[in-house]
């Protein structure tokens, strides 16, 4: 199984930008198709965005569409969440999360399709 960890959150005021990174270690994360998922406090967790294992199909919430990215770096074994104009409803705590698959440009917007979980780090948005 891959191991996660997530960098890169803090407290930031709205508008600001912040990039996510997760750092995968212990399989070959190529192989896996991987997620970025949030929980604010009181709520629920909830999807943000999917990436293939070749990087090429995305999928994202509506409610970051527009303003958040995510890519990977296969040949760093790293993922990333580009965050912009960010809003007070994005603070939560983000995980990324990853799934072997064998479908090279398949992703998931699932959480219980996830095997592997970060600790997650914390993003907030002040207005």
């Known amino acids: 199984q891959v191991q996660l960890v997530e960098s890169g959150g803090g407290m930031v005021q709205a508008g600001d930008s912040l990039r996510l990174s997760c750092a995968a270690s212990?399989?070959?994360?190529?192989?896996?198709?991987m997620g970025w998922f949030r929980q604010a406090p009181g709520k629920e967790r909830e999807f943000v965005a999917g990436i293939s294992r070749s990087g090429s199909s995305l999928y994202y919430a509506d409610s970051v569409k527009g303003r958040f990215t995510i890519s990977r770096d296969n040949a760093k074994n790293t993922l990333y969440l580009q965050m912009n104009s960010l809003k007070p409803e994005d603070t939560a705590v983000y995980y990324c999360?990853?799934?072997?698959?064998?479908?090279?440009?398949?992703?998931?917007?699932?959480?219980?399709?996830?095997?592997?979980w970060g600790q997650g780090t914390q993003v907030t948005v002040s207005s």
């Open positions: 212990g399989r070959a994360f190529s192989n896996y198709a």
């Open positions: 999360a990853g799934t072997f698959t064998f479908y090279r440009e398949t992703y998931y917007s699932d959480g219980p399709t996830y095997t592997a």
